[in-house]
T-cell receptor, first 114, second 113 residues
Framework: DGGITQSPKYLFRKEGQNVTLSCEQN?????MYWYRQDPGQGLRLIYYSQIVNDFQKGDIAEGYSVSREKKESFPLTVTSAQKNPTAFYLC?????????????FGEGSRLTVL | GNSVTQMEGPVTLSEEAFLTINCTYT??????LFWYVQYPGEGLQLLLK?????DKGSNKGFEATYRKETTSFHLEKGSVQVSDSAVYFCALSAPDSWGKLQFGAGTQVVVTP
């Protein structure tokens, strides 16, 4: 079945540690996205990538980094510079330009900083 | 800039009641509008969409009409079920935005038997 797989589902981190969240899609989609979800704030865009080896900052990129070495993969690293990393992280993808913006989402990764 | 405002929750209803979740937007040009649903512990799923004024999106008994004159995209369902309990997000996608969605804060809906 085609879809988006995020891992791990739950992750605990000590302060000062970097962590990497995995996102893999087998939908052959061109564009991929990372959103952060906090209670009562909806979703906010962290980074997005339209093609391999290229990515752009979203609205809240500080303290995060990404890479897009393969079309199907878009990992997100939450660095120690992110001041409040505890959140639910959602990866999404869409086929490409010219469409109406429908996104397909993974099931999310919940990060808790201890 | 673009923004989406939706009614705060939680909205608590009895089974078979009528549901309305208000959503208004601010955008330049002609955005596409979406409703996504998130069940507990899961990612978001597209519920319905509309890409131009007066379009009506519908799915699973839910409906929403793109009203440009009132910049609204209210979600309605005539008879809710317990299984409709979820968080509902209104979102817009501006033209040529490459799928970058602007989301509302979400509205939690709780349906009781």
């Amino acid at each position: 079945d085609g879809g988006i797989t995020q891992s791990p589902k739950y992750l605990f981190r000590k302060e000062g540690q970097n962590v990497t969240l995995s996102c893999e899609q087998n939908l052959n989609h061109d564009a991929m996205y990372w959103y952060r979800q906090d209670p009562g704030q909806g979703l906010r865009l962290i980074y997005y990538s339209q093609i391999v080896n290229d990515f752009q900052k979203g609205d809240i990129a500080e303290g995060y980094s990404v890479s897009r070495e393969k079309k199907e993969s878009f990992p997100l690293t939450v660095t120690s510079a992110q001041k409040n990393p505890t959140a639910f992280y959602l990866c999404a993808s869409t086929l490409g330009t010219g469409l109406t913006g429908e996104l397909f989402f993974g099931e999310g990764s919940r990060l808790t900083v201890l | 800039g673009n923004s989406v405002t939706q009614m705060e929750g939680p909205v608590t209803l009895s089974e078979e009641a009528f549901l309305t979740i208000n959503c208004t937007y601010t955008a330049t040009g002609y955005p596409s509008l979406f409703w996504y649903v998130q069940y507990p512990g899961e990612g978001l799923q597209l519920l319905l969409k509309a890409t131009k004024a007066d379009d009506k999106g519908s799915n699973k008994g839910f409906e929403a009409t793109y009203r440009k004159e009132t910049t609204s995209f209210h979600l309605e369902k005539g008879s809710v079920q317990v299984s409709d309990s979820a968080v509902y997000f209104c979102a817009l996608s501006a033209p040529d935005s490459w799928g970058k969605l602007q989301f509302g804060a979400g509205t939690q809906v709780v349906v009781t038997p």
